[in-house]
Every structure is written in C-alpha cells, then in structure tokens.
T-cell receptor, first 108, second 113 residues
Framework: KNEVEQSPQNLTAQEGEFITINCSYS?????LHWLQQHPGGGIVSLFM???GKKKHGRLIATINIQEKHSSLHITASHPRDSAVYIC??????????FGTGTRLKVLA | EADIYQTPRYLVIGTGKKITLECSQT?????MYWYQQDPGMELHLIHY???????EKGDLSSESTVSRIRTEHFPLTLESARPSHTSQYLC????????????FGSGTRLTVV
C-alpha cells in the first residue's frame, strides 16, 4: 500500500463546476503539499499545510491531521485549471513522498 | 528574483553522447534534488544533495552522476546517453528542513535518438 493515496486518478469536469481532489496518507508528517503540473511543464507549489485550511483565489486546501486526510477544492473551475495535481508529504527526512497525482481536465 | 533555473529546456541528442543538464538556484538553499519523470508518470528521485560536496543516490537507480561544488549549482551528467534515458528531468531545491516545501525548475525534456 502506498504511503500517499490520491483520488480520483482522473477527473473530467465542465467549466464552472466545483472540484474536489482527495489525499490520504499513512505516515507521520511535518507538512502536506499540493503541487500543480501542467502538461510538459514544471511543478508549481500551490499550498503547504500542517493544519487547518488555506485559500488562494479559487483554490482551497484543507487538512485533517487526526484522520490523515487532505482535500484540494477548486471553485468555478476553468479550462486553464487542467493539469496534474499532486499531493506530497514531507516527514522526518524532509524528502518529498509523492502521491500518484490526479489528472484533471476541465472542458469549456 | 529568487528562483531555480534549468537549461536546456529541450534537448535532442544522439546515442553515446555525453550531456550535462544544468540546474542553478538563487535562493541559497542547502538541499537540491534531481527527479526523473516519464510522460504521465510519477516523479522518481534519482539524486540529492544536502550541501556542497555532498551527493547521494535517490530511490531510483540512475546511470547519471551529479556534483555539488557550489551551493547554487547542481549539474547532472550522463556520460553516454542511451534511448532509455529519454525522459523529463526536474531539478528542485529546499531549505534544510523544507519548511516552505520545494521549489522546482521548469524541467529539461531529454530525447536520445
């Protein structure tokens, strides 16, 4: 069993829809990160969480430490949100443990 | 502006050639990393460094080598490129405890023909 599990693996949505991507993990963490990677592109860090909730524009990230679960929400989705969203953990070694990613496609 | 730079962005090269992928960061980060990523696949750590003159192999075995002579510079070298090396290579850096996560470069997409 992977230490980080993401769901869904693939997601297609219509423009304007509310989107939720989930991340569950099984190890102790110092922080959880949500990353975004556009096709053929580099990786951008969206959020780093150790507790609670963060919001940036149309993106909201939450984490429940007790349940070892995090969610990334996108409100009013847009085709430019189409990308791979990756959940990653940092723990004692400070090396990233990556989830398998969620491929999001938003249709106009 | 503090950032991390990778060059070249794209590289097509013949089998047997020696290549060096460049990675430089201006944030003064002690830790640097190289990841390999095949299209649509997960990231795999191939090398990392905790500081000058410190390099370690990552979780995925790689025929590449790295060096860290200066804090800001972490080049990756393939002595003899093969088609199996075709992939995207991503460089990243972080502070010692990755307090703010990693900063990633834009990647180098390598094709060996």
């Amino acid at each position: 069993k992977n230490e980080v599990e993401q769901s869904p693996q693939n997601l297609t949505a219509q423009e304007g829809e509310f989107i939720t991507i989930n991340c569950s993990y099984s190890v102790g963490i110092s922080a959880l990160h949500w990353l975004q990677q556009h096709p053929g592109g580099g990786i951008v860090s969206l959020f780093m969480l150790s507790s609670g909730k963060k919001k940036h524009g149309r993106l909201i990230a939450t984490i429940n430490i007790q349940e070892k679960h995090s969610s990334l929400h996108i409100t009013a989705s847009h085709p430019r949100d189409s990308a791979v969203y990756i959940c990653a953990l940092t723990s004692g070694t400070y090396k990233y443990i990556f989830g398998t990613g969620t491929r999001l496609k938003v249709l106009a | 502006e503090a950032d991390i730079y990778q060059t070249p962005r794209y590289l097509v090269i013949g089998t047997g050639k020696k290549i060096t992928l460049e990675c430089s960061q201006t944030m003064g980060h002690d830790k640097m990393y190289w990841y390999q990523q095949d299209p649509g696949m997960e990231l795999h750590l191939i090398h990392y460094s905790y500081g000058v003159n410190s390099t370690e192999k990552g979780d995925l075995s790689s025929e590449s080598t790295v060096s860290r002579i200066r804090t800001e510079h972490f080049p990756l070298t393939l002595e003899s490129a093969r088609p199996s090396h075709t992939s995207q290579y991503l460089c990243a850096s972080s502070d010692v405890q990755a307090l703010y996560g990693y900063t990633f470069g834009s990647g180098t997409r390598l094709t060996v023909v």
